[in-house]
């Protein structure tokens, strides 16, 4: 069932955890305006963090609350039950955007998830890896590798258009 054309994979690089928060949120609320539904897999709990920068911002209460529903304190052991029960869930929904936020090895284990997942199930979905810039710069050709595009603050983009010198290493058939 696997299609590559049905998964989009974006990452997406952070200082700290107010600046992730900040750089997702222009994003995720282009997204939510349309018809995108957000689910999240995250190491470490964001609530403290986006409740405090909701209250500073000047949305629409309405907004503030669909950015309020996303699961922002989903600190869990990650197994393949638990993805499986969330992108089941996710089924019904018209865009699908995965936020995949902690250490090398719990991003690793959470796509490895998706991607069994996607081996029995046809689901369109779209993965944003959130790196922490700190932790993984030595690994960024690596991660960029596996991306289809880049997420920062101004939004979306083909990934040469914000590191011009790379180009992406063609693995051998």
């Not at 911002?57 to 393949?80: Q, R, V």
Request: net charge positive; hydrophobic share 35%.
């Amino acid at each position: 069932m696997y299609n590559k054309n049905n998964v989009k994979r974006m990452c997406s690089f952070y200082v700290n955890d107010v600046h992730l928060i900040t750089m997702l949120l222009p994003y995720i609320e282009r997204k939510i305006k349309g018809s995108g539904k957000f689910y999240t897999f995250f190491e470490k709990d964001y609530e403290k963090v986006i409740q405090m920068l909701l209250s500073k911002l000047n949305l629409k209460e309405e907004l503030k609350e669909k950015i309020n529903s996303i699961n922002w304190n989903n600190k869990k052991e990650i197994k393949y039950e638990k993805v499986k029960e969330r992108l089941d869930q996710a089924k019904n929904d018209k865009e699908i955007y995965l936020l995949v936020n902690g250490s090398n090895e719990y991003i690793k284990n959470v796509n490895l998830c998706i991607d069994r997942y996607l081996k029995k199930n046809e689901l369109k979905i779209n993965i944003i890896n959130c790196y922490d810039i700190v932790e993984f710069n030595k690994n960024i050709i690596g991660i960029l590798n596996k991306s289809n595009k880049i997420l920062n603050t101004s939004g979306e983009h083909e990934i040469e258009e914000i590191f011009p010198e790379y180009k992406k290493q063609k693995k051998n058939a």
